[in-house]
Nanobody, 127 residues
Framework: QVQLVESGGGLVQAGGSLRLSCTAS????????MGWFRQAPGKEREFVAA????????YYTDSMKGRFTISRDNVKNMVYLQMNSLKPEDTAVYYC????????????????????WGQGTPVTVSS
């Protein structure tokens, strides 16, 4: 079955950096667009970033542009989220997800666009 396993979360001071990783198995990884979402306590899950099947296109929520970078390695079946200049408001559980349609030209930005989810990795940014 499809499994997505996130890692790399933790506690970091404001202004610091973290690199999240997501390892995929049970699917032909290079045939899937991938995304990162996050959910802060008491808030709805929100889109962070997405990347196309071959890494050729990416999309970010405006508040993350310039601070976060999504990338992927189709040999290792992994997707990454490099987070720099972290702020306390970035505190959340971060989830990686695989597009429910696999690959398509338009990157999904809604939770309903994704059919497979990891269990999440918590990120806490202290002020």
């Amino acid at each position: 079955q499809v499994q997505l396993v996130e890692s790399g979360g933790g506690l970091v001071q404001a202004g610091g950096s973290l690199r999240l990783s997501c390892t995929a198995s049970g699917l032909t990884f290079s045939f899937y667009n991938m995304g990162w979402f996050r959910q802060a306590p008491g808030k709805e899950r929100e889109f962070v970033a997405a990347i196309g099947w071959n890494g050729g296109n990416t999309y970010y929520t405006d508040s993350m542009k310039g601070r976060f970078t999504i990338s992927r390695d189709n040999v290792k079946n992994m997707v990454y989220l490099q987070m720099n200049s972290l702020k306390p408001e970035d505190t959340a559980v971060y989830y990686c997800a695989a597009d429910r349609q696999g690959l398509r030209g338009l990157l999904g930005t809604q939770s309903r666009d994704y059919g497979y989810w990891g269990q999440g990795t918590p990120v806490t940014v202290s002020s």
